[in-house]
């Protein structure tokens, strides 16, 4: 039990017992309150009186999503009114409480997660990507950074959505975060990307391939040959001959523009020259 969690459940005062002592009630979860008795004269007496100062008892609501196991989730209006009875005015009410006492922090609107100090995992910048735009998949830069084909660090997570708007946001504890959306055969919107797991936590990622399509795609390039992939990008030539014919020929299926499809065969050709000079 950490110390804001002990100074949230027991109170330095004097308890029913008499003047000269006090009581210090632990909760453990699923397990029943015990009291302990102490001397007011004690070192823990004194220890207690500056704790309580230094860590006041948390917030109601931080409170019930510590309790409810939803410590390191992404949490949205409609979760919060599940645990929260009573009026929306309420509601609103005990969340402005536990933002401005540094206990919740906004992502936007209707969208929170615990500060720091009461979570026991980093949120993965991937997965808050996703809940700032549900259905979107990681992809671009920020994709091929993660998977070892760029060398560069990339400073913007970058998203595909499904919707028909692009959307960036700036958060000055997580980061920047951007969407866009493609021209994607229906039916093809997450063909080659899978789930990834970082600490407990799920997110949607392109493979290699079609982040590289992806960016293709939104950038308008046309084919320049392999210099764009090797020198502009700086994507090791080894690793473009990992590509493989089947990924090659579910991607055409993929986009609906001509020049990605002319992109994918001229890719093909250039890889297969490579392997032939071997």
Excluded at 76 to 97: I, K, W, Y
Excluded at 117 to 124: I, K, N, P
Excluded at 240 to 249: C, E, G, K, P
Aim: charged content about 20%; overall charge positive; aromatic content about 10%.
């Amino acid at each position: 039990m950490n110390l804001a969690t002990i100074a949230n459940k027991a109170s330095p005062f004097p308890a029913a017992g008499g003047s000269g002592t006090f009581y210090i009630r632990c909760v453990a979860a699923g397990k029943a309150q015990i009291a302990h008795k102490f001397p007011e004269t004690s070192i823990l007496w004194k220890f207690l009186e500056i704790l309580w100062v230094q860590c006041p008892p948390m917030q109601t609501l931080t409170q019930e999503i510590i309790d409810h196991g939803l410590t390191n989730r992404v949490l949205f209006d409609r979760q919060l009114a599940r645990l929260l009875h009573g009026t929306p005015q309420r509601r609103h009410h005990l969340v402005n409480r536990a933002m401005k006492a540094g206990e919740l922090v906004r992502l936007q609107r209707g969208a929170y997660v615990l500060s720091n100090r009461y979570r026991t995992q980093t949120l993965h910048p991937f997965a808050l990507a996703q809940a700032f735009v549900p259905g979107s998949y990681i992809s671009f830069e920020t994709a091929l950074a993660y998977h070892g084909w760029i060398p560069e660090a990339v400073r913007v997570t970058a998203s595909v959505t499904p919707g028909r708007k692009s959307y960036a946001y700036e958060h000055t504890v997580f980061g920047d975060f951007s969407f866009h959306p493609l021209a994607i055969a229906p039916g093809y919107f997450l063909e080659l990307v899978t789930r990834q797991q970082q600490q407990q936590q799920t997110m949607l990622v392109a493979e290699p391939l079609r982040a590289l399509m992806d960016l293709v795609c939104l950038r308008k390039v046309e084919w320049q040959g392999m210099d764009w992939l090797t020198e502009g990008l700086r994507i090791e030539l080894e690793t473009l001959r990992s590509i493989t014919n089947a990924d090659i020929q579910t991607l055409e299926m993929v986009y609906t523009q001509k020049r990605v499809k002319a992109f994918l065969k001229s890719l093909a050709k250039a890889i297969k020259e490579t392997r032939g000079n071997d």
